[in-house]
């Protein structure tokens, strides 16, 4: 595929044409600086010691792994995502840029962070947007609701996002069991379909295995 863009903050990032794309990002206020110092010195080593075309796929695996233990352990000190008058806008929010931005195959809402996955597709002038550009203008809207809801003002969401390239099927579905079973793993409940913040599109889950079938 043709790539679109490969780019770093402490997280690498990468998005090819027609890419399936799991996305996490996470409240502000959630995770200990010292573990965002440590994802930062993580990713440097790695482009000092590798080359631009080594796999990151290690890098990527090692780094979410550590970004998602600490999330489990910190929530933001005056509300959570999951509030359901948040969670109403977060939902309203993802769901207003599928098709027009996105495809929406799943998503979760958790108490202080996202999980989404998402495959970009051309706007009217036939250009798919970037990652990047997609998430900031979800973070950008999503921040301003949120805050006139609760009448305040002030960061919303962390600087960053984790996200990773759909390689295969077997990825595939075990990125969205991952997703799906999120509040399942968090004790939240026993089973999924019982979590009221958790999506997924059938309708597309079915013609990626077909597709790839």
């Known amino acids: ?3 679109i863009v490969d780019y770093k903050r402490f997280l690498p990032h990468k998005q090819e044409e027609n890419s399936i794309i799991s996305v996490t990002w996470r409240q502000n206020l959630t995770i200990p600086q010292s573990v965002l110092d440590l994802l930062q010195e993580q990713s440097d080593i790695w ?4 080359s631009p075309q080594e796999d990151k796929r290690y890098l990527h695996e090692q780094q979410f792994e550590l970004f998602d233990t600490e999330l489990a352990k910190y929530n933001h000190p005056d509300y959570q995502l999951s509030d359901p008058e948040i969670a109403f806008i977060i939902k309203g929010t ?3 840029y599928d098709n027009k931005k996105y495809r929406l195959h799943a998503y979760c809402i958790m108490s202080n962070h996202i999980h989404a996955l998402i495959q970009p597709i051309p706007g009217n002038e036939g250009i798919i947007p970037r990652l990047q550009d997609i998430v900031r203008g979800i973070k950008t809207y999503t921040a301003k609701k949120i805050n006139e809801k609760r009448g ?4 919303v969401w962390g600087k960053n996002f984790y996200d990773s390239l759909i390689r295969d099927d077997d990825h595939y579905y075990n990125v969205l069991n991952y997703i799906l079973n999120n509040p399942v793993k968090a004790g939240i409940v026993d089973k999924w379909q ?4 958790v ?3 059938s309708i597309l889950v079915d013609r990626n295995d077909s597709n790839n079938g």
């Open 152 to 155: 305040k003002s002030g960061s």
């Open 1 to 3: 595929m043709k790539p």
């Open 94 to 96: 993802l769901h207003f």
């Open 199 to 201: 999506y997924w599109n």
């Open 194 to 197: 019982d979590y009221k913040y």
């Open 47 to 50: 482009h000092q010691t590798h």
